[in-house]
């Protein structure tokens, strides 16, 4: 069983930003990061694929954050710039095991076997 457990989350003003970090990772799994705002379905933010390491963004945050991870160390980073009030959030740090298509994305929450219980993130403008 893998527990993650998400640190960095706080309250941020518009502009300014934080970095998420999440462990432990595991170079044998997909990351991802989420969110989910009030009265929202929960959606991914970032991910980074097993093996090569290339990174997925929503459009949301294209050229805002950034998802990157260190294996020594068994963390995933989420850093994000520029934030904005829409940005606030609980975000979750999840994983994916087992099977998996190299060249493939996992974007969808249904996609991850595990995660961490959140870290809240609020932006005030």
């Known amino acids: 069983q893998v527990q993650l457990v998400e640190t960095g989350g706080g309250l941020v003003q518009a502009g300014e930003s934080l970095r998420l970090s999440c462990a432990p990772s595991?170079?044998?799994?997909?990351m991802g990061w989420f969110r989910q705002a009030p009265g929202k379905e929960r959606e991914v933010v970032a991910a980074?694929?097993?093996?090569?390491?290339?990174?997925y963004y929503a459009d949301s945050v294209k050229g805002r954050f950034t998802i990157s991870r260190d294996n020594a160390k068994n963390t995933v980073y989420l850093q994000m710039n520029s934030l904005k009030p829409e940005d606030t959030a609980v975000y979750y740090c999840?994983?994916?095991?087992?099977?998996?298509?190299?060249?493939?994305?996992?974007?969808?929450?249904?996609?991850?076997?595990?995660w961490g219980p959140g870290t809240q993130v609020t932006v005030s403008s």
């Open positions: 595991s170079v044998n799994s997909h």
């Open positions: 999840a994983a994916r095991r087992g099977y998996y298509t190299p060249t493939y994305y996992y974007t969808q929450v249904s996609d991850y076997n595990y």
């Open positions: 980074i694929r097993r093996g090569d390491g290339s990174p």
